[in-house]
């Protein structure tokens, strides 16, 4: 091995350790999510494209078929490197290998798309070939760590097994030219296994992830999620300013859709998760797996703006209850997804469930509106007046809340144990 500390020769990958200080996100982590950039992209768009011709059931299921595909390599990538990053030639070029599924991944998600609208045999193999070669290439990562961590080489072998084995049944998958229904029998299994996976393979010694490390990469790919938002809020006022020039609709729906990416920003790193992670290690299956719908919601929610610029621009098939529904539904996933995760991490807090009780009345209510004639841009500012009310009571009483119980559990933590 080279004493040149700015050569990447190979190096041991014995694990990182979980309180090394100054822990971030490395440039490498950062390239890898550009390339989710693409796939929430992809998936936004077709998802959008779906709902707007009134294809509402393929495109849902097109929709949390490629999410729950890219979210979840991208969550077992992140814990992994969190807890076994090298930054040597051989962690990079694996790394590669993985970019290059997420890129065959987002190729293959239109094809997924476009057959399940023709309603016949389902075109999942190229998504699902990329979806492969990124966790084949996890299982590389996981028996090389095995080799190279004595302390956990079980924990790795488990990894390396289960995810290996559970490749099989998507190669399956990828051979087998199925319907929709014998499609959807065959993956929703194979979605369960992945998900238990890390589980069992944790049951007996732990990982060294790092949690303000986790938490970053966490808060990194909401980011690149709420882009989407931004793209979608562009189209919008595009579409409106083609037909109709300037006017105060146009600057209602700008102002509404930037708002809107910028309030979910907010209510999102409202949340202490580093610290919260920290302090409640053992819940880190709920912070992570929790963390799925709220990246879904965001990436939907950023697809549902191009839904309404695709209304407004007279495409598609569908009413204003429907196009402001798109953007709704998926910002009440959202607030209760982190709603949730708040109470779990740190405390349940009544004043903080009701007001997310009262961001879905809100949200049913702008639907309402739009269903009763109410123009598109006053349901959007109906939506983001909702969050604002929202951002306002959580800052003054979630934020206090929050703090105190996190100070408790500091105290319980540094408290000494009895023998």
């Not at 987002?106 to 609208?117: D, Y």
Request: net charge neutral; charged share 15%.
């Amino acid at each position: 091995m080279s004493s040149n500390p700015l050569r990447h020769a190979m190096a041991r990958m014995g694990g990182r350790d979980p309180h090394e200080a100054h822990r971030a996100a490395t440039p490498l982590e950062l390239f890898f999510d550009l390339t989710f950039v693409i796939a929430f992209g992809v998936a936004g768009s077709q998802f959008a494209h779906e709902i707007a011709e009134a294809h509402f059931a393929a495109g849902l299921l097109g929709f949390g078929f490629a999410m729950f595909a890219v979210i979840w390599a991208w969550i077992n990538f992140t814990w992994f490197a969190s807890a076994y990053d090298t930054d040597d030639w051989i962690f990079r070029v694996v790394t590669m290998v993985q970019l290059l599924g997420v890129l065959i991944l987002a190729m293959g998600i239109e094809p997924l798309f476009r057959s399940l609208v023709e309603g016949k045999n389902v075109d999942n193999a190229v998504i699902v070939g990329g979806y492969v070669i990124m966790r084949l290439a996890l299982v590389f990562q996981w028996i090389r760590a095995s080799r190279q961590d004595p302390a956990r080489r079980q924990t790795c072998l488990r990894y390396a097994k289960y995810l290996g084995l559970v490749q099989l049944g998507w190669i399956a998958v990828l051979v087998i030219q199925a319907d929709v229904l014998t499609t959807m029998l065959m993956t929703v299994p194979l979605f369960i296994l992945e998900m238990a996976a890390p589980y069992f393979a944790e049951r007996n010694a732990t990982t060294p992830w790092h949690a303000h490390h986790i938490a970053e990469r966490y808060g990194l790919l909401a980011i690149i999620a709420l882009g989407e938002c931004l793209i979608g809020a562009i189209e919008t006022l595009r579409a409106i300013v083609a037909l109709h020039g300037w006017s105060l609709d146009a600057g209602l729906v700008g102002f509404g859709g930037t708002a809107l990416a910028f309030g979910m920003w907010w209510m999102y790193f409202i949340l202490p998760a580093g610290r919260a992670l920290h302090l409640r290690r053992h819940r880190s299956y709920f912070f992570g797996y929790g963390h799925m719908p709220v990246f879904a919601a965001i990436a939907a929610t950023g697809a549902g703006l191009h839904v309404v610029a695709y209304y407004i621009d007279h495409v598609g098939n569908i009413s204003a209850a429907v196009a402001v529904a798109s953007v709704a539904v998926p910002v009440a996933i959202f607030k209760v997804s982190l709603t949730w995760l708040l109470s779990v991490m740190i405390c349940v807090d009544r004043i903080v469930v009701a007001v997310a009780a009262g961001v879905i009345a809100a949200m049913a209510g702008s639907i309402g509106m739009a269903a009763a004639g109410v123009p598109v841009p006053a349901c959007l500012l109906v939506i983001v007046f909702a969050l604002g009310v929202s951002i306002v009571i959580d800052e003054r009483r979630a934020a206090e809340r929050m703090h105190t119980a996190l100070e408790q559990l500091e105290k319980k933590a540094q408290a000494p144990h009895p023998a």
